[in-house]
């Protein structure tokens, strides 16, 4: 066998390797959202995030319960994460379209309060932005993400129930799938 051919054969192992390993987690990710959702872990989850007070973008203490009685759509972000970046700008859009039907938006920023900041007034976020720090990770993952990763978006229902998460980044039109039937 030539050195090419062999070259090849190891690529195409290595390329199948990656791709299982991929599916793997992929698989493994949904199977834990599923039993997360539907376990008392979720509901407790809920109760967290709902109790949290933060500082948002203009140092205000704000509780994410003040929200409940909405379809609240909380998003964990950094202003370094590429997904995030891009996702804010569609999350803008449907806090925009679905507002007055109930549907609230809050981002937590995962970064340096000066970037937010920053990045918030750039991009002039509609929707509250709150500053959290690496210890918010933690709330992330009691929420159902257990990777630690961004962005991180919950999805809870009037009654405060956690109904959805989504790891990674997440499209307007996938998001509607879930928020329109609550409203």
């Known amino acids: 066998m030539t050195k090419l051919k062999q070259g090849l054969l190891y690529l195409g192992f290595a390329v199948f390797a990656l791709g299982a390993g ?4 992929m698989h493994s990710i949904e199977s834990h959202k599923a039993e997360f959702l539907a376990s008392e872990a979720s509901k407790q989850g809920a109760e967290k995030i709902l109790g949290v007070t933060m500082s948002d973008i203009h140092g ?3 509780t994410i319960s003040q929200w409940q009685g909405n379809v609240l759509v909380i998003n ?8 995030c970046r891009e996702e804010i700008p569609e999350f803008m859009e449907l806090h925009d379209e679905y507002s007055d039907q109930g549907l609230f938006f809050v981002g937590i920023a995962i970064d340096r309060k000066e970037k937010v900041i920053a990045y918030s007034n750039e991009f002039a976020i509609n929707y509250p932005v709150l500053i959290g720090n690496s210890t918010v990770m933690t709330l992330a993952e009691e929420t159902g993400n257990p990777q630690s990763a961004l962005p991180y978006t919950i999805v809870i229902n009037r009654d405060g ?21 609550l409203l």
């Open 60 to 62: 205000e203490q704000q």
């Open 76 to 83: 964990f972000w950094a202003t370094w994460c590429a997904p």
């Open 22 to 25: 991929f599916l793997l987690r």
């Open 161 to 181: 129930e956690i109904v959805n998460t989504f790891l990674g980044r997440l499209h307007k039109e996938k998001l509607e799938k879930t928020i329109i039937p």
